[in-house]
């Protein structure tokens, strides 16, 4: 089982940045992707950013976010700069690979909070 640990969310000013990490952990054999989506209340879920080799962006973030991967800790950050109040939003983390039984998995985080208001 795959287990995904977010961190690093929180209350900003909008201008403000604010970065979060996810760590995988558990029976791992390789990542091909790890992302973030969010959720904003009363709508649907929605991706920010994916990396698995290159880098993906919502048009919503690009220019403002930025994603990266730590391949060896089997972690992904998602920079946020230029915070609006438009990007509050729970922030779930994605992967998805093979476990250690040669089997695909995709698995999400627990969601972390992120508001962004004066």
């Known amino acids: 089982q795959v287990q995904l640990a977010e961190s690093g969310g929180g209350l900003v000013q909008p201008g403000g940045s604010l970065r979060l990490s996810c760590a995988a952990s558990?029976?791992?054999?390789?990542?091909?992707?790890m992302g973030w989506y969010r959720q904003a209340p009363g709508k649907q879920r929605e991706l920010v950013a994916l990396v698995g080799g290159s880098a993906n962006y919502a048009d919503s973030v690009k220019g403002r976010f930025t994603i990266s991967e730590d391949n060896a800790k089997n972690t992904v950050y998602l920079q946020m700069d230029s915070l609006k109040p438009e990007d509050t939003a729970v922030y779930y983390c994605?992967?998805?690979?093979?476990?250690?039984?040669?089997?695909?998995?995709?698995?999400w985080g627990q969601g972390t909070q992120v508001t962004v208001s004066s």
């Open positions: 994605y992967a998805y690979g093979t476990n250690s039984d040669y089997r695909a998995f995709s698995t």
């Open positions: 558990g029976s791992i054999f390789s990542i091909n992707t």
